[in-house]
């Protein structure tokens, strides 16, 4: 399988091939034979850290090495939260729908998001830096609505607030990609 994908030609597909080769990797020097079963849920997180989400690929790569039926390895990375069948966004934005966010605005500020960045709720922007997606609760309903961008809360949203907080980490994954280049060089 990751031989079949290294001789592609894309330099993404290198890197994919790469990636599943950590994986492999991973798997040959950590898992025995007789805890093969007892080791997915760790191999499906190494999976999910490597790649940043669990490709096809790897769950058929998984299946292969642990001999577990890739239904069964579906079934788990679509019951436990942590786990993403798709990538994910650089910056995950979620909007609280819960009763005091939606009764304070937060339908308004998911709407202006969407507006924005030209996406539904699930999806992630072409250039991969957000994603948008929807939570009952986040914990703060006293000051609602609320926001969360990855580990940042913003509290007592209005939607003027949004290209804002937008534009914010816009440039913050410039600044990141001009470190990476210094970096290179």
Do not use: W
Not at 20 to 49: C, F, P, W, Y
Not at 134 to 156: A, E, H, K
């Amino acid at each position: 399988m990751i031989k079949n994908i290294e001789k592609r030609e894309t330099g993404d597909q290198k890197e994919f091939a790469k990636k599943l080769r950590l994986v492999d990797t991973h798997i040959r020097e950590t898992v025995s034979e007789e805890n093969r079963k007892g080791a997915l849920m760790g191999v499906l997180h190494k999976a999910q850290n490597v790649f940043g989400y669990l490709p096809r690929e790897a769950m058929e790569l998984i299946s292969q090495r642990l001999s577990v039926p890739t239904a069964h390895i579906y079934g788990m990375a679509t019951f436990y939260n942590y786990f993403s069948l798709k990538p994910k966004a650089k910056f995950q934005i979620c909007v609280c729908k819960g009763t005091a966010c939606y009764v304070g605005g937060g339908a308004r500020i998911l709407q202006t998001l969407k507006k924005e960045l030209k996406i539904n709720e699930g999806d992630i922007t072409a250039d991969g830096l957000f994603g948008l997606n929807i939570t009952r609760c986040l914990g703060c309903c006293g000051l609602s609505p609320v926001m969360q961008v990855n580990d940042d809360i913003y509290v007592r949203m209005v939607p003027e607030k949004v290209k804002a907080i937008l534009e914010t980490y816009r440039r913050l994954d410039k600044v990141g990609k001009k470190k990476k280049a210094v970096r290179r060089k």
